[in-house]
């Protein structure tokens, strides 16, 4: 319970602020050129507010905000925000206000560029913000990575990647001729995926590996089980989560995994081929049933103490997910540290930040196909990357991702959003006709419409995912 409580309060307090930031973006550039704007809200309001500076009690203790022509809210449906800007059809739907004669300080009185400038705003702010985010943690807290040539045992490798020509013991190194210099899972997975060549070094010589010529899907590779590449480490159990399998099961932290049903285990890799495989006899299986999934989730496996000076063979119960609660032991890789200054930082953080917003533009071509679609999530998925536990640093970062994100989705030309309004701005400029009040209006309910599905395929991909797992 408490780690759900500390996960809700990180994306509460990251999603606060980037809404009230996103819109500020539109509220600023509408008030540097005169439009006025009508509400400013952070969360919708449809039929009840949970705070108004136009509330009695409000303007009671605060007079001057009775007259102010802005009425700053909290709404009660919390899936993002809004600014109602007088002279635009937006999500409001408020068409009354189009009927009348068009005022010199509504949004539709303006030049396309100035409304270009508006609309803009709140991604502007979201890719500013990640910017300030990340030079900022880069000055306060530096940053570590892994050397890549400091995993001197190399890698082990999953049957996709053996097939490929990867062999266990292979660490990459370039890819196209680009030195791969640091080991994160992520970006080398996908630098590997985009790439035509691998570079590996193998027994102390450099072997160039041919990718498939049809390229390999990152999406696939980052869910593969077991994974496509992991460090090559003895199966040691670092720490071992409360109430889970391997806590039932009397596992301890230190001890080393040795035989899973009769079959030695001598690396991580090793237990995810064992755990992959009973796991696809499972889904193989159309008429598989609760007892059988049970049978296929029990393992029967072998531990050896610390000290390697006591073996014990155990009884474990994977839970539904296949998982058995522990985190592993990663051997101390060299860390590498880099200090930064208020004047290295700026750059480094924009190089960061414009890396981080590259590699998710790329990433977005992986929405479109049916793997690719059941990875939408909403509030839960986004909720579950934060850390079980405060950690500032991670906060920030997370916060600066998901400002990225927000721009990215906010920018796409789907009516209802930034960019759909932009797509009609650069038709006005082009032609020199706005489209029709009737036409915004139909334009703004298919964008509604397109959101609303896209908000339901993210709920039931977090139902599937996190909620039904809690009752079978």
Sequence with gaps: METVLIKTLQLLCCLSLLVVLHEGGHFGFAKLFGVKVEKFFMFFDYKFKLFSTKSKWFTRLFPRFKNNETEYGIGWIPLGGYVKIAGMIDESMDTEQMKQPAQPDEFRSKPVWQRFFIMFGGVLMNLITAWVIYSLVLLAWGRDYIPMTSIEKGFQYNEQARSIGFQNGDIPISADGKEIAEFSLGPVIRTISNASTVTVLRNGEEVELQ???DGLSMLQMMQAQPQFLTPLAGSVIDSVAPNSAADKAGIKAGMKLIAVNGK???TWGDFDNEVTLRRQDVLASPDCTAADSLHWRTLNVVVASADMSRTDTLS????EQYMMGVTRHIPDYKLEHLDYNLATCIP???????KMLKNYVGDLKYVASAEGAKSVGSFITIGNIFPATWDWQQFWMLTALIS????????L???GLDGGHIV????EGITGHQPSDKAMEWIER???FILIALMLLAFSNDFRNYILPLFF
Excluded: H, K, R, T
């Design 211 to 213: 990718m498939p010529e």
């Design 264 to 266: 030695d285990i001598y």
């Design 316 to 319: 474990l119960q994977l839970d």
């Design 348 to 354: 480094a953080g924009l190089n960061y930040g414009w």
């Design 404 to 411: 990225i994100v927000l721009a990215v989705m906010n920018i």
């Design 413 to 415: 030309p789907i009516p």
């Design 424 to 427: 009609l701005l650069f038709y």
């Design 446 to 448: 298919i964008g509604i």
